[in-house]
């Protein structure tokens, strides 16, 4: 089961317009596959070969799941046990499993940063994950293209049960609550000028 991609994202993915595409097609220089209904997509191995790469049998299949807080070990059993499912159905062997309790506002998670360090030294061929936001809370599009370049495809069960909804409202309430204390503090440093511009204008020459 491979990443499928239109082709305007897969034209994004490899720097090209997609009327290249379309004349790759025509010409057999890169082929499109066609769906049921004869929509066109590339998969995530023609940008391999694209890329001049080719699916390593050595590299693993890497499953990454994640909650916020240890409160909610009951999600992270009911994760784990859907992406075991997943894997199952899927015929994916998993080498192996990886899992943090943090924020997915923070990139600062033990395993997260281990993830990512492999994909940087080529060592994974798919990071499974249950939804986009149990790898990151946003950015996801950027790591997708950044796990693509290192031969690395990002497979999304995309479960919305698994994808908490208060879990989002916290991380929302801690964006509006850092760009409010900016703005208060702004405005205690803005009335600081003001009183000091005041205090200036009032100075006796010397």
């Given at each position: ?14 720097g ?38 080719k699916a390593?049998?050595?590299k ?16 992270m059993?009911r ?7 997943f ?13 943090d309790?943090?924020?997915?506002l923070?990139?600062?998670r ?6 990512m ?7 994974i ?15 996801f ?7 693509a370049r ?14 908490p ?7 929302l ?12 503090g702004?405005r205690?440093y ?14 006796d020459?010397?």
């Amino acid at each position: 089961m491979q990443q499928a991609y239109p082709p305007r994202e897969f034209a994004k993915l490899v720097g090209k317009h997609v009327k290249t595409l379309q004349r790759w097609d025509r010409t057999g220089v890169l082929k499109a596959h066609r769906g049921p209904t004869g929509r066109r997509f590339y998969t995530h191995d023609q940008f391999l070969e694209y890329v001049g790469m080719k699916a390593d049998a050595s590299k693993m299949n890497v499953v990454y799941y994640r909650v916020s807080s240890a409160a909610q070990k009951e999600d992270m059993r009911r994760q784990m046990e859907a992406l075991q499912m997943f894997c199952t159905a899927s015929g994916f062997a998993v080498g192996e499993w990886l899992s943090d309790i943090g924020s997915g506002l923070s990139f600062k998670r033990k395993n997260f940063d281990r993830l990512m360090q492999m994909v940087e030294q080529g060592q994974i061929q798919r990071i499974i994950v249950a939804h986009k936001d149990r790898l990151v809370r946003f950015g996801f599009e950027w790591f997708h293209q950044f796990a693509a370049r290192h031969g690395t495809e990002i497979i999304v069960m995309n479960n919305d049960s698994l994808s908490p909804e208060q879990e989002m409202v916290k991380d929302l309430l801690s964006i509006i609550h850092c760009f409010s204390s900016r703005l208060y503090g702004l405005r205690k440093y803005a009335k600081k000028v003001k009183e000091a511009l005041k205090n200036e204008a009032h100075r006796d020459p010397a």
